[in-house]
T-cell receptor, first 118, second 112 residues
Framework: AQKITQTQPGMFVQEKEAVTLDCTYD???????LFWYKQPSSGEMIFLIY??????QNATEGRYSLNFQKARKSANLVISASQLGDSAMYFC???????????????FGTGTLLAIQP | NAGVTQTPKFQVLKTGQSMTLQCAQD?????MYWYRQDPGMGLRLIYY???????DKGEVPNGYNVSRLNKREFSLRLESAAPSQTSVYFC???????????FGDGTRLSIL
């Protein structure tokens, strides 16, 4: 069965430092997608970055990059030059594949609470 | 830029009462989803609708029903609310596979 694991319940990071949030996944489907979402204290879910299983290069979006290691089944989020506004809960999610074509159902990890310290 | 709109934002129910959570999107998305978020458990899929006229169960469908009223609207109904359904409910939509899901702001539901 597909599964997403985020082993870091919480992290403290100094402002301006880079931070890596871990995510490992388990699936037997060769076609899948990996997403990262940010949830600030206000509660909304904000899409950050996407990586497809067949993408040759690691995804990047501004200060966000995804360190995709397919053989290790990991998809870590890297935030460069962290800012106070990066303090939030971060969720890794996997698009669930299936016979007859992929669906867009997401399986979420339990999240990592990131606190940026000035 | 409304995106995904959920109503209500907050609701308190008594055990056994019924309630419908409303969701509408204005992005012409094909697929819509309902999730619940409980502390320490991330988001879990309740039901989804891949396209207008179709619905399917997710990971935790028991105690819920859904209606895909049209392409824009996807409602979630609790027929007989139970305290275990106290949660934050999120509606989301996406255009097609591999596209990110866009989420509403959530509905905080408490059942006493």
């Amino acid at each position: 069965a597909q599964k997403i694991t985020q082993t870091q319940p919480g992290m403290f990071v100094q402002e301006k430092e880079a931070v890596t949030l871990d995510c490992t996944y388990d699936t037997s489907d060769p076609s899948y997608g990996l997403f990262w979402y940010k949830q600030p204290s206000s509660g909304e879910m904000i899409f950050l970055i996407y990586q497809g299983s067949y993408d040759q290069q690691n995804a990047t979006e501004g200060r966000y990059s995804l360190n995709f290691q397919k053989a290790r089944k990991s998809a870590n989020l890297v935030i460069s030059a962290s800012q106070l506004g990066d303090s939030a809960m971060y969720f890794c999610a996997m698009r669930e594949g299936g016979r007859g074509g992929a669906t867009n159902k997401l399986i979420f990890g339990t999240g990592t609470l990131l606190a940026i310290q000035p | 830029n409304a995106g995904v709109t959920q109503t209500p934002k907050f609701q308190v129910l008594k055990t056994g009462q019924s309630m419908t959570l409303q969701c509408a999107q204005d992005m012409n998305h094909n697929s819509m989803y309902w999730y619940r978020q409980d502390p320490g458990m991330g988001l879990r899929l309740i039901y989804y609708s891949a396209s207008e006229g179709t619905t399917d169960k997710g990971e935790v469908p028991n105690g819920y029903n859904v209606s895909r009223l049209n392409k824009r609207e996807f409602s979630l109904r609790l027929e007989s609310a139970a305290p275990s359904q106290t949660s934050v409910y999120f509606c989301a939509s996406s255009y097609r596979d591999n596209q990110p899901q866009h989420f509403g702001d959530g509905t905080r539901l408490s059942i006493l």
